[in-house]
């Protein structure tokens, strides 16, 4: 693509949208230059560029709101225009993406809290449990007893309290909790089995 001047109109792409197997389009508008950051963008590459602190190209988009180029791709209105030709497109507008773009940050980040839980309390069982100079032996027995117990805790709550309050339902967090503690157990499992535990 050609470069682009301030004042130009442009075309913004967000991505594909497998779902729907069409391309998501921000819209047409101009570009108005390089500007410092805004806080609108979400995402680890948006991340990267703010922390950066180098200005990043901002469009302003005929509907009224703006979107950062590194949310997109971008270039001049015909070329963008020409790309989307023959696919099949739909609109998205920035906020609807970012805040797609969050709830997926925030569901990745509670994923990997979830599977972490026993780690942490691992830690801090050991930490509190055993003294510094505890030999390897003592911290390897100490752990294998701690999933152990934690295993136990597991079958309590799912095998024999399934049925102990009908009606109850578990709550999405309960849930990435629990398949969270049994990824843990089943690689400790394993690990103990093949003698890395």
Same mark, same amino acid.
């Given at each position: 693509? /050609?470069?682009?001047? !301030?004042?130009?109109?442009?075309? @913004?792409?967000?991505? /594909?949208?497998?779902?729907?197997?069409?391309?998501?389009?921000?819209?047409?508008?101009? *570009?108005?230059?390089?500007?410092? *950051?805004?806080?609108?963008? !979400?995402?680890?590459?948006?991340?990267?560029?703010?922390?950066?602190?180098?200005?990043?190209?901002?469009?302003?988009?005929?509907? +009224?709101?703006?979107?950062?180029?590194?949310?997109?791709?971008?270039?001049?209105? @015909?070329?963008?225009?020409?790309?989307?030709?023959?696919?099949?497109?739909?609109?998205?507008?920035?906020? !609807?993406?970012?805040? /797609?773009?969050?709830?997926?940050?925030?569901? @990745?980040?509670?994923?990997?809290?979830?599977?972490?839980?026993?780690? =942490?309390?691992?830690?801090? *069982?050991?930490?509190?449990?055993?003294?510094?100079?505890?030999?390897?032996?003592? !911290?390897?027995?100490?752990?294998?007893?701690? *999933?152990?117990?934690?295993?136990?805790?597991?079958?309590?709550?799912?095998?024999?309290?399934?049925?102990? =309050?009908?009606?109850?339902?578990?709550?999405?967090?309960?849930?990435?909790?629990?398949? +969270?503690?049994?990824?843990?157990?089943?690689?400790?499992?394993?690990?103990?089995?093949? +003698?890395?535990?």
């Amino acid at each position: 693509m /050609r470069q682009v001047n !301030v004042g130009e109109r442009v075309g @913004a792409i967000s991505g /594909r949208n497998h779902a729907t197997n069409s391309v998501e389009v921000f819209g047409f508008g101009v *570009y108005e230059g390089d500007f410092p *950051y805004g806080e609108e963008p !979400v995402g680890p590459l948006q991340a990267a560029v703010k922390g950066s602190g180098v200005p990043n190209p901002r469009i302003l988009l005929d509907s +009224g709101e703006r979107v950062w180029g590194c949310e997109c791709w971008w270039g001049p209105e @015909a070329e963008i225009r020409q790309r989307l030709a023959n696919v099949v497109s739909e609109i998205v507008a920035p906020s !609807v993406a970012r805040e /797609r773009a969050k709830k997926a940050q925030s569901a @990745a980040e509670a994923k990997q809290k979830a599977s972490s839980f026993l780690a =942490d309390e691992w830690k801090s *069982y050991r930490e509190s449990a055993t003294s510094a100079d505890a030999g390897p032996v003592q !911290v390897q027995e100490t752990r294998r007893a701690f *999933y152990a117990g934690a295993a136990a805790m597991w079958k309590t709550i799912m095998v024999d309290m399934v049925d102990l =309050d009908p009606g109850t339902e578990a709550t999405d967090d309960d849930l990435k909790r629990m398949d +969270g503690v049994f990824q843990e157990l089943a690689a400790f499992e394993r690990d103990l089995r093949e +003698g890395r535990a």
